[in-house]
């Protein structure tokens, strides 16, 4: 075993003399629900008592019916549901020693010494004063009699662990806090909803955004949203502001822009500390530009919905983490939080955190703007360098020529091979921007291998690509055709267009398709020049990358989906549903897609199973369904089984299940393929693409004699650019080719594996208990910077 991995054992029933109560504290924020549902299964499933603490600090202080014991069925079907079902409420009680007071001795006397707070980073710090207090607090209780000796020693160290429930992502320390992804959601719902109508009116609109004093969601929204200007509190313009703004927004008229959009966050100021309002924008706007301007305040809307997919596997991953750092913790642990590093549900000392969040204000405040951006972290600081290179004022005009195309620098091409996805789009975008200020001029490459033998080939332009972040499918156009005997063909057009480096973005076949094009390299000096892949798939099999584009849109989509289908029983007791999900033979959609919607089991190839599996899984719905819950959800990727189809599992549903729930079939299909790319897979596109540029205009350097000619042979001059191991990394084809199943084209090893436990022990799955205690894998090394 990889000497990065260890096992950590979890017996079930193993802490039966503990108890553990969560709530939630402070504004509350789209996943909380998950994160509660997940401490109390996975206490429920190690055998301590599980408790909800109503109402936030305000219900540990007046106690009663406020701290409630949980069981399963008390977080049954709630995983989807906006908000925090348990309430939040701002305590000032809570602030004074009387009312932390009242607080112990209702914990003492349910016995409870350990907490889960879910809330910012207010109530974090409330929640370590009240732990350092404890042992005072106690000694109190006994001395007015409210508690006994005895009482004191069994409760005498209480153990506290933080989740950050905050849309703002505002808590340094963790990637993503619970939350964020679905307020992003929630703004780029408005955006691409408002932009429709602007491009009929030829409109300015300015966005104000939440976020308090991060700006987090204006700058993630400028990236997703193709905004042309956005204000945040880290990076303020200096107060000349409204030239730069103008000549922005005048620019961008002038190469023929019906929209412009400008996000302000709701803590936006100048370099000398001046508030800067949508109000301030929108007058620059009228008063020198005369656009027609308007302005949309989102509010708390972008509180509101149900949680995104990501939020709710990031919040049942860090709800089963911070249950789990609780069970292991002893008199001198450290109270933590669970953050997410990379790709990873870490333990960070939440002091540590606190601390730094609190530098990023001491900096604002004395106007060290970079160090702000350096606290925020390494996310904060990638999105923000990205946002700056494609909203740079254009190149100078030697660049162009009068029909505005590029006549500078490289000769790089782009193109789909394999089936669409979103974020397709804006990785083109993204490309062609950042391209054509460096001077190159770009080619776009319509239909795929088929397309470039034709001949169906053009520029591409500054305006010929806006707008297309937003938009799903693939504008080029997509096939499935492998450069295999067309060699020939394509190494001509090569020649013909003079192309000098290959942008190719797609799916496992743009994968395969690259490294047949770079094998014939002895064979066709044409292939000779560097050639990259971005993974886009929804599928996400691809080797070399823990994600590929377009597969957290279709995840969304399947968890919609089966949101809706759950919801149409809503007046029907007692009936399961079998839902069939892409993917191939890999089951990262079925799998992440059962944990983010509550599913009771989810079929997939690289777990076999068997009839004693199926006919175990049927008897654990009717046990489930003879204990309250009305509803049961199957997933089962498309290619799980030959034999135990979809088909077949739902016909043994309804045999078996007969006089106890109903069940029905769907197959979902080409829509998970379909709707708008999330905030996700836009932001990872337009990243990676900008990457691209970089790596190619290196590679030509590096490779080019003074004759123009490129001789690229080296094998890490053929790439495949992934997400590893925390950062962005271009891996040579062949590389990858010992990681490589080609018969199920699948990767050999799949970080998502990891979760499978977790799926069975969230569903109360028979089959994690068989042996009272199973294991999970735990790698120390974070998988990827996903969020980044």
């Given at each position: 075993m990889n000497?990065?991995?260890?096992q ?10 503990k ?14 629900n998950?994160?509660v549902r997940?401490?109390v299964?996975?206490?429920i ?17 007046d106690g009663g019916?406020n701290i409630?014991?949980?069981n399963?069925a008390?977080v049954?079907?709630i995983?989807h549901?906006?908000g925090t079902?348990?309430?939040s409420?701002?305590c000032?009680?809570?602030r004074e ?7 112990a001795?209702?914990?003492?006397q ?11 980073d207010g ?20 001395k007015?009699?409210?508690?006994t000796?005895a ?8 153990h506290i ?8 992502n ?5 990637d ?5 992804d679905s307020a ?6 408005a ?8 491009y009929s009116?030829?409109?300015?609109f300015?966005?104000e ?5 991060c700006?987090?969601?204006?700058l993630v929204?400028g990236?997703s949203s193709?905004?042309?200007?956005i204000f ?9 502001w409204?030239d730069r703004l103008?000549t922005?927004?005048?620019q961008e ?11 302000v966050?709701?803590?936006?100021m100048?370099r000398?500390?001046?508030p800067i309002?949508a109000e301030d ?6 008063e ?6 308007r ?6 809307v ?5 949680p ?24 001198d642990?450290?109270?933590?939080v669970?953050s997410?590093?990379?790709?990873q549900?870490?333990r ?5 955190c606190?601390?730094r ?8 405040k004395?106007k060290r ?9 390494r996310?904060f600081e990638?999105n923000l360098?990205t946002?700056?290179?494609l909203t740079?004022?254009?190149?100078p ?5 009068a ?11 782009v ?6 996805s979103c974020?397709?789009n ?7 921007r950042?391209?054509?200020y460096?001077?190159?001029v ?6 795929g291998v ?15 690509v806006?707008?297309?972040?937003g938009?799903?499918?693939a504008y ?10 067309k ?16 942008l190719?973005i797609?799916g496992f ?11 014939q390299?002895?064979?066709y000096p044409q292939?000779?020049i560097p050639i ?6 929804i599928?996400n ?11 957290d ?5 399947i968890?919609e ?9 809503q ?15 890999c089951?990262y959609?079925?799998?992440l897609?059962?944990?983010a919607?509550g599913?009771d089991?989810a079929y997939?190839y690289e777990?076999?199973?068997s009839?004693k599996?199926?006919q175990q899984?049927?008897?654990?719905m009717?046990s ?15 290619k799980?089984?030959?034999?135990y189809s979809?088909?077949?599992i739902?016909r ?10 109903t ?7 080409h829509m998970?393929q ?10 990872m596109g337009?990243?990676m693409?900008?990457?691209c ?5 290196e590679?030509i350097?590096?490779n080019i004699?003074?004759?123009g000619?490129?001789t690229?042979k080296?094998?890490?001059?053929a ?5 590893v191991?925390r950062?962005y990394?271009?891996?040579?084809l062949?590389?990858l080719?010992?990681?490589t199943?080609?018969?199920?084209r ?5 970080w998502w ?9 969230l569903a ?9 205690g ?11 910077d996903a969020?980044a």
């Amino acid at each position: 075993m990889n000497s990065e991995i260890n096992q950590r054992f979890l017996a079930r029933g193993s802490q039966k003399d503990k108890g553990l109560a969560v709530f939630t504290s402070g504004g509350d924020s789209q996943g909380m629900n998950a994160a509660v549902r997940a401490c109390v299964r996975m206490a429920i499933y190690l055998g301590c008592k599980a408790y909800f603490i109503r109402e936030g600090y305000q219900g540990m202080v007046d106690g009663g019916d406020n701290i409630q014991e949980a069981n399963w069925a008390s977080v049954s079907s709630i995983i989807h549901r906006g908000g925090t079902i348990i309430g939040s409420a701002r305590c000032a009680d809570f602030r004074e020693r009387a009312g932390r007071l009242k607080a112990a001795n209702n914990l003492v006397q349910k016995g409870i010494t350990n907490l889960v707070i879910i809330g910012g980073d207010g109530s974090l710090t409330g929640a370590n004063l009240f732990r350092q207090e404890w042992s005072s607090l106690l000694d109190e209780l006994v001395k007015n009699g409210s508690i006994t000796a005895a009482q004191q020693e069994k409760n005498s160290v209480l153990h506290i662990v933080g989740l950050v429930g905050s849309i703002d992502n505002d808590f340094c320390g963790t990637d993503m806090t619970i939350g964020t992804d679905s307020a992003l959601h929630r703004i780029i719902e408005a955006i691409d909803a408002i932009s429709s109508t602007a491009y009929s009116h030829q409109r300015t609109f300015i966005m104000e955004v939440m976020g308090r004093h991060c700006g987090y969601l204006a700058l993630v929204a400028g990236l997703s949203s193709e905004a042309d200007f956005i204000f945040i509190p880290e990076m303020p313009p200096k107060v000349d502001w409204p030239d730069r703004l103008c000549t922005q927004l005048a620019q961008e008229r002038s190469a023929g822009q019906r929209l412009n959009i400008v996000i302000v966050a709701e803590g936006a100021m100048d370099r000398e500390g001046n508030p800067i309002t949508a109000e301030d924008v929108k007058k620059v706007i009228d008063e020198r530009l005369k656009h027609d301007a308007r302005i949309t305040v989102l509010g708390h809307v972008q509180r509101g919905g149900n949680p995104s997919a990501f939020d709710r596997i990031l919040a049942c991953r860090m709800g089963a983490e911070a249950t789990l750092a609780l069970m292991e913790a002893t008199k001198d642990s450290v109270p933590v939080v669970i953050s997410l590093d990379g790709n990873q549900a870490v333990r960070v000392p939440l002091m540590e955190c606190v601390e730094r969040t609190q530098a990023v204000a001491k900096a604002m405040k004395e106007k060290r703007w970079a160090d702000a951006v350096k606290l925020r972290g390494r996310s904060f600081e990638r999105n923000l360098e990205t946002y700056k290179m494609l909203t740079r004022l254009k190149p100078p005009k030697e660049c162009f020529d009068a029909a505005g195309k590029g006549i500078e620098g490289y000769r790089l091409a782009v193109m789909h091979i394999g089936a669409p996805s979103c974020g397709m789009n804006a990785a083109v975008r993204s490309f062609v921007r950042n391209a054509i200020y460096r001077g190159d001029v770009v080619y776009g490459i319509n239909d795929g291998v088929e397309g470039l033998i034709a001949g169906n080939v053009r520029e591409l332009g500054w305006s010929d690509v806006s707008g297309w972040v937003g938009q799903g499918g693939a504008y080029l156009g997509t096939k499935r055709t492998l450069p295999e005997g067309k060699f020939k063909e394509i190494a001509a057009r090569l020649k013909e267009f003079k192309i000098q480096g290959l942008l190719i973005i797609g799916g496992f076949e743009s994968y395969h398709a690259a490294g047949q094009i770079a094998d014939q390299r002895d064979n066709y000096p044409q292939f000779c020049i560097p050639i990259v892949v971005v993974p886009a798939t929804i599928s996400n099999n691809v080797p070399g990358t823990e994600f590929s584009l377009g597969c957290d849109t279709g995840l969304n989509e399947i968890t919609e989906i089966c949101d809706r289908i759950r919801q149409s029983a809503q007046g029907t007791k007692r009936r399961v549903f079998v839902i069939e999900t892409m993917g191939g033979y890999c089951g990262y959609l079925a799998t992440l897609a059962g944990l983010a919607g509550g599913a009771d089991a989810a079929y997939i190839y690289e777990e076999k199973f068997s009839i004693k599996d199926l006919q175990q899984d049927v008897y654990h719905m009717a046990s489930k369904m003879a204990e309250g819950v009305s509803r049961g959800l199957i997933l089962r990727n498309e290619k799980a089984c030959e034999n135990y189809s979809t088909d077949f599992i739902y016909r043994l549903y309804s045999e078996e299940g007969k006089g106890l729930f109903t069940c029905r079939m769907n197959i979902l299909g080409h829509m998970q393929q379909g709707g708008s790319p999330t905030p996700f897979d836009r932001n990872m596109g337009t990243k990676m693409a900008a990457k691209c540029v970089d790596w190619l205009a290196e590679q030509i350097k590096a490779n080019i004699n003074a004759n123009g000619e490129i001789t690229c042979k080296a094998p890490d001059t053929a790439t495949l650019l992934g997400i590893v191991s925390r950062q962005y990394r271009f891996t040579p084809l062949v590389d990858l080719i010992g990681e490589t199943n080609f018969d199920q084209r699948i990767p050999k090893k799949q970080w998502w594996l990891r979760l499978r436990p977790l799926l069975r022990i969230l569903a109360k799955h028979d089959s994690a208990y068989e042996e009272e205690g199973m294991y999970i894998t735990v790698e120390e090394e974070c998988a990827t910077d996903a969020v980044a």
